[in-house]
């Protein structure tokens, strides 16, 4: 069995997908996210799944910049208070359990940053400060994104990666840290 045609017709499709949802992204939101977590005290970064394990990757590199981060599922993470941010990678915008924490986080007084493919879900609609919708089809999303060959929430899930590198890139800049200042935090008993 010949693979090649299959293996081109797919990697080609799906780098047309980021391609499209990379040229819709709204820069206005973009700009606002980035300058909420600029300004954040401390940050809070939740999210599940796959998008979750984008959101943690998104979560090392802004401490890597300097910001103090903490995950919310972690045992040592602090209390939020009126000076913090929690980022909130909700891609249907319906998790019940991560809306659930946004509410808590709102009630002590942080600031709310949704990430979502869905910004008609309940995260972006009556939660958030700030919304990040990425337009990218998301699993269980109702919303009118770039659709995807992919299954699931494939599309959102793998654009997150390079949208939140470039959102680090983008903050180097804003706060004025070098790629060699971010690599002085890297952690070094590995």
Wanted: net charge negative; charged share 15%.
């Amino acid at each position: 069995m010949n693979s090649s045609p299959t293996y081109q017709h797919l990697y080609t499709t799906i780098i047309d997908e980021h391609q499209q949802v990379f040229q819709q992204q709204d820069v206005f939101q973009l700009e606002a996210s980035l300058n909420t977590i600029a300004k954040a005290g401390k940050i809070f970064v939740i999210g599940v799944g796959r998008e979750g394990i984008a959101a943690r990757s998104f979560a090392m590199r802004l401490m890597h910049l300097g910001k103090e981060v903490h995950w919310i599922w972690d045992d040592t993470t602090p209390g939020i208070g009126p000076e913090d941010l929690l980022i909130a990678v909700n891609g249907s915008g319906a998790i019940g359990h991560i809306n659930y924490v946004i509410r808590e986080a709102k009630a002590a007084g942080g600031t709310i940053l949704v990430v979502t493919g869905s910004p008609s879900g309940e995260a972006a609609t009556n939660l958030a400060d700030t919304i990040l919708f990425v337009p990218a089809s998301v699993y269980k999303g109702t919303d009118e994104v770039v659709s995807s060959i992919q299954p699931m929430g494939n599309l959102f899930e793998q654009h997150l990666f390079m949208l939140f590198d470039i959102m680090v890139m983008m903050l180097e800049q804003q706060m004025d840290v070098s790629h060699e200042d971010m690599a002085s935090r890297h952690r070094n008993v590995e």
